[in-house]
């Protein structure tokens, strides 16, 4: 995937979540869930948009943990919906779904970067390996 395709991927992600959350019947308890939903799935997209123009390698991967982080939690707040029996219908097993898989889209993106941001790091010889 692509960095477009993964800036339109979060982006409806957080679409989706804000047309579940904008149906649910009003409560204290929707209302609570339903805030913290809608700021870590919109914050996916927002930060993923942010990483994609990171000033450096390593402020790339930081924006990336943070997106990681956020996904996760909007799966925490979905799985809240489900158990607590307030919202167990396809949309948000859809969600959820797709929750995990941006989760784990950005763990497997992070562990590249670093990756790759080690290979390119040259040490500098040392005193010994010179002589």
Not at 1 to 11: A, F, G, P, V, Y
Not at 69 to 96: C, M, N, P, V, Y
Not at 97 to 110: G, Q, R
């Amino acid at each position: 995937m692509n960095e477009k395709d993964l800036k339109i991927r979060t982006k409806n992600f957080a679409l989706a979540v804000i047309k579940f959350v904008g149906v649910l019947p009003y409560s204290i308890v929707n209302r609570n869930l339903g805030d913290q939903l809608l700021r870590s799935s919109t914050s996916v997209s927002a930060n993923y948009r942010a990483a994609c123009r990171g000033r450096s390698k390593a402020e790339f991967i930081a924006k990336l943990g943070i997106c990681e982080e956020e996904a996760d939690e909007a799966l925490h707040w979905l799985e809240l919906f489900i158990e607590s029996g307030i919202a167990d219908t396809e949309a948000i097993q859809q969600l959820k779904k797709e929750a995990n898989e941006l989760t784990s889209i950005f763990a497997a993106s992070i562990k590249t970067s670093r990756a790759n941001l080690q290979s390119k790091i040259i040490l500098p010889k040392s005193k010994i390996q010179q002589a």
